[in-house]
Nanobody, 126 residues
Framework: QVQLVESGGGLVQAGGSLRLSCAAS????????MGWFRQAPGKEREFVAG????????YYVDSVKGRFTISRDNAKNTVYLQMNSLKPEDWAVYYC???????????????????WGQGTQVTVSS
C-alpha cells in the first residue's frame, strides 16, 4: 500500500498561485496513473487533473484548463499541481490519488483510485 502526503495548500488571494505536492512512500508511483481531486464544503469530490505514468499525457476538468498544470517526478516519487490564476470557486480540500500499478487509463472516477492522501486545504479569498 502506498502512503500519499499532500502539502502546499494555504490561503491565497484571487489571481494568486499555489503549488501542491504529493509525496509517496511505500512503493514507487512510476507505474501508477495519478490524479488530483478536490472537495468543497457541501459538494461531492470532483476530479481536477490526471497524469499518465510517464507524464506525457495529462487530462484536466474544463474549469481548470489553462490555469492548472499537473506534473510528476518519478525519481522523487512526487506529483505536483501548479495552480495559477486562482478563483474563489477553487476553494476546496485537494487530494492526490493513485490508481493501482499497471493500469494505464486516466479516469475521472474517484472509485477507480485506490490510494488517497489526507488532503490539503486551499483557500482563495476574493
Amino acid at each position: 500500500q502506498v502512503q500519499l502526503v499532500e502539502s502546499g495548500g494555504g490561503l491565497v488571494q484571487a489571481g494568486g498561485s499555489l503549488r501542491l505536492s504529493c509525496a509517496a512512500s511505500g512503493r514507487t508511483l512510476s507505474r501508477s496513473v495519478m490524479g488530483w481531486f478536490r472537495q468543497a464544503p457541501g459538494k461531492e469530490r470532483e476530479f481536477v487533473a490526471g497524469i499518465s505514468w510517464s507524464g506525457v499525457t495529462t487530462y484536466y476538468v474544463d474549469s481548470v484548463k489553462g490555469r492548472f498544470t499537473i506534473s510528476r517526478d518519478n525519481a522523487k516519487n512526487t506529483v505536483y499541481l501548479q495552480m495559477n490564476s486562482l478563483k474563489p470557486e477553487d476553494w476546496a480540500v485537494y487530494y492526490c490519488a493513485a490508481r493501482r500499478p499497471g493500469l494505464v487509463t486516466i479516469t475521472i472516477e474517484a472509485k477507480e483510485y485506490d490510494s488517497w492522501g489526507q488532503g490539503t486545504q486551499v483557500t482563495v479569498s476574493s
